[in-house]
């Protein structure tokens, strides 16, 4: 989800006024791009903790994404239909990343309950 919402602000941004606006093409960039590497090197971590941790970043970059569709589309680089598609698919993503964390935690919690209970003689 995070890579298809990296290639639908890429293809946002080849638009001609908004590909002119470098400050905000690249932050728009680097937060969609940032919502997928986040998670690339979260799994990488081999822990749950840390990938947990990344998940986290990477949820806040699919806010920040929405956060600048606002921008362009208040700067008309962008239809009201395009900042819809992409605000609902980054709020699609962060809710999925939500839903990860939450499943990896209660992961962890009964691994612990598991070990806590092998542990009493």
């Known amino acids: 989800m995070a890579r ?10 080849k638009k001609p ?16 791009g940032s919502s997928m590497h986040n998670v690339a ?12 941790r ?14 600048e569709l ?14 819809q598609d992409v605000y609902d698919h980054a709020g699609r993503t962060r809710a999925a990343m939500r839903g990860f964390i939450k499943y990896l935690i209660a992961y962890e919690q009964n691994q612990s309950k598991k070990v806590t209970l092998n542990a009493q003689p």
Do not use: M
């Not at 298809?4 to 941004?13: F, G, I």
């Not at 990344?54 to 956060?67: G, H, I, M, N, P």
């Open 4 to 13: 298809q919402l990296t290639r639908k602000v890429y293809d946002l941004t």
């Open 17 to 32: 006024e908004f590909a002119r606006d470098f400050g905000l093409k690249g932050q728009i960039q680097e937060a969609a």
């Open 41 to 52: 090197e979260g799994f990488d971590s081999e822990t749950n903790p840390e990938f947990i």
């Open 54 to 67: 990344f998940l986290r970043y990477a949820k806040r970059s699919c806010t920040e994404v929405q956060s």
């Open 70 to 83: 606002y921008v362009a589309l208040d700067q008309h680089y962008i239809t009201k239909a395009e900042f």
